[in-house]
């Protein structure tokens, strides 16, 4: 039985533990096996944030990438420096000019904008099913990459947007997934998240049993826009230097694969998938880089993904973690 | 501004470009009227038609006989992707043919990038395509004749299969009820077998004329052409044969002349504005212009 008391305890035990285990990467690892970590942790949120549509509820969207851009040019105008401003944007709007935000308020507001686009266009792209709302996300997201391009006063177009400020650190993004997961957590074990599961699993039923369909799947759709857009905010900050075609369909499938791999419908698998995907990633560079088979990484998570698809159709992890882990100590509870 | 020439020129243009679009559609509408997949892999299917065809003629072949064999190549490809990543999955939900085959997209790319490295290559075109027929100020290549001409060709040989062969009723027996048309002895694998088949045929085409008329080709090829050829297939009707030619014409001549028409500073948006028809149509018509309306939930 689970009670208030020790989900209290679990979750400062959670978060104590994180603390320590950032602590010490931050103290001890190198520049770049630190830099690798701060990537899979945005990518973490990215998969969390779009389990929460795509395997929580039966919205399938390949636009998050989008969102993420979204977010990203947001915060990252923002906090862009002033008195660079005339420089870098000479055709800026009035308005923009002297807007500036402090750099948290700004991954806010990227995500609430993020949020609201996926507010406005869900109303059409939500009433529509399966197959046809993959494809009319992808659109969005195809829409966003070309107005990124073209909108060239305020996103630089092709140039991209350098020199933005580097905020993001290692904090920054743990802290970020962390409310990633604890609300999406939250909402899966709540009633909300519960009318989510029944209509993935047969909207029709639910709809019977009096669950506002279309409220539910806005409601994922919005809150995984959001942490998409706080995610494109700490990465803009992070690598410092964002152009259109960091969000184009390369990442946008990536982060499809790390999700399916892992699991879509657990929380623990959509991470896991994100840990994995840039572990593999690292180790199987040395390898590309020697034979010359530049594309291997590519492949060998194609095949993967097609492999799982047949075999393990719900992902490498089907359960949370915390349960497989109890699970685990009961039985060797049992065996000795 | 705009002279009659130039409008000329951008008729052509869009002829040339829709006929691409609908060969690719044509497939894609084939597949999905009979699996209810969104083959994202079909576009991939251009790009390795191409790569094919540079194949056999790098292997001293003729130009005459390497076409119609990277067509056969390309069939066998597309039987052998059925039968390794879809057949397993036949029943499932529909959602994981769908992700399944994004997969086979990346797939496909990386290993043509892996064996044909990420660099474009020069698409070589025989020499009885590679001519220019000049009018005063307007001209015409003979390959976008050719384009043209094939297209409509392949389009009413499609059109008499579909209608007169027995096999032809049969897959559109299939499509229109798959359990049915096996309880009155159709042979569904078979008749998957055969559309993957026809489907990457023309799409090995396509690529063909693809490479003709852009002069190269690379890994990336394939990717916007077939997901252009999902929208035009669901702007005419996904399913419909018709529909989806008249789909891929449509989305041809938007393309073309919003960008021919418009300030140079907008043509970036060409991809954007195909996705906005694509949405514009879905909310709409979500059936297509010459779809029917099915079980709609």
């Known amino acids: 039985m689970r009670t208030a008391r020790t989900g209290a305890r679990q979750l400062i035990t959670a978060v104590v533990v994180g603390a320590i285990v950032l602590l010490l990467i931050d103290r001890f690892a190198s520049g770049y096996y630190k830099y690798l970590i701060e990537l899979m942790g945005i990518y973490a949120i990215l998969t969390v944030s779009l389990g929460l549509t795509n395997g929580f509820t039966d919205v399938f969207s390949l636009g998050h990438v989008g969102f993420m851009a979204v977010g990203a040019y947001t915060a990252a105008l923002l906090t862009f420096p002033l008195e660079k401003r005339p420089d870098y944007f000479p055709e800026l709007p009035e308005i923009l000019r002297g807007a500036y935000l402090p750099y948290p308020v700004a991954l806010i507001v990227g995500g609430l904008l993020a949020a609201a686009i996926a507010f406005v266009i869900g109303f059409p792209v939500l009433r529509l099913k399966g197959h046809y709302l993959a494809v009319a996300t992808l659109g969005f997201m195809a829409v966003v990459y070309s107005l990124l391009l073209n909108l060239e006063p305020i996103t630089r177009g092709a140039l991209g947007i350098s020199g933005i400020p580097e905020y993001t650190n290692l904090w920054w993004i743990y802290l970020w997934l962390g409310l990633t997961i604890y609300v999406t957590w939250r909402l899966i074990d709540s009633y909300h998240g519960r009318a989510m599961i029944a209509i993935r699993e047969d909207s029709i039923a639910a709809q019977s049993l009096g669950i506002d369909t279309f409220r539910y799947r806005m409601m994922a759709f919005v809150m995984g826009a959001f942490f998409a857009g706080v995610a494109g905010g700490l990465y803009a900050h992070l690598i410092t230097l964002i152009d259109p075609r960091a969000f184009s369909f390369v990442l946008t499938f990536n982060v499809i694969i790390m999700l399916i791999v892992g699991g879509m419908y657990t929380i623990s698998g959509a991470w896991l998938g994100a840990v994995l995907f840039t572990v593999l990633m690292q180790a199987l560079k040395p390898v590309e880089e020697i034979t010359g088979l530049y594309g291997l990484v590519e492949l060998i998570f194609s095949a993967l993904l097609v492999a799982i698809m047949i075999y393990k159709p719900r992902g490498l992890l089907e359960e949370e973690l915390p349960q497989l882990v109890r699970r685990w100590l009961r039985a060797g509870e049992g065996t000795s | ?297």
Request: proline share 4%.
């Open chain 2, 1 to 297: 501004m705009a002279s009659a020439t130039y409008l000329l020129d951008l008729f052509v243009g869009s002829f040339v470009l829709g006929s691409m679009y609908a060969l690719l559609s044509i497939g894609m509408s084939i597949i999905y009227g009979i699996l209810r997949l969104i083959n994202f892999a079909h576009g991939a299917m251009l790009m390795v038609g191409a790569y094919f065809y540079i194949m056999f003629l790098a292997m001293g072949l003729d130009p005459v006989l390497s076409l119609p064999l990277s067509m056969a190549l390309g069939a066998v490809l597309g039987v052998a992707i059925d039968f390794f990543a879809y057949r397993p999955l036949r029943g499932g939900p529909e959602l994981s043919m769908l992700i399944t085959s994004l997969g086979v997209y990346i797939f496909l790319e990386n290993l043509v990038r892996i064996i044909a490295t990420p660099q474009p290559r020069v698409f070589p075109l025989p020499d009885f395509l590679k001519g220019i027929y000049r009018y005063g100020d307007f001209s015409v290549r003979v390959i976008e004749i050719f384009t043209i001409v094939s297209t409509l060709v392949l389009f009413a040989i499609l059109v008499l299969f579909f209608k007169r062969t027995k096999l032809g009723i049969a897959m559109r027996a299939t499509a229109d009820d798959l359990e049915a048309s096996v309880l009155m002895g159709i042979d569904a694998n078979r008749i998957i077998m055969v559309a993957f088949a026809l489907a990457s045929m023309v799409a090995a085409l396509t690529g063909f004329l693809w490479g003709g008329m852009y002069g190269q080709v690379d890994p990336t090829t394939g990717f916007m052409p077939g997901v252009k050829a999902f929208i035009a297939a669901v702007v005419g009707g996904i399913g419909s044969l018709t529909g989806s030619v008249l789909g891929g014409y449509i989305l041809g001549y938007a393309e073309i002349f919003s960008v021919g028409l418009l300030p140079p500073e907008y043509s970036g948006l060409r991809d954007g504005i195909s996705f906005l028809i694509l949405i514009v149509i879905l909310l709409i018509r979500p059936y297509g212009l010459f779809g029917r309306e099915v079980e709609r939930v």
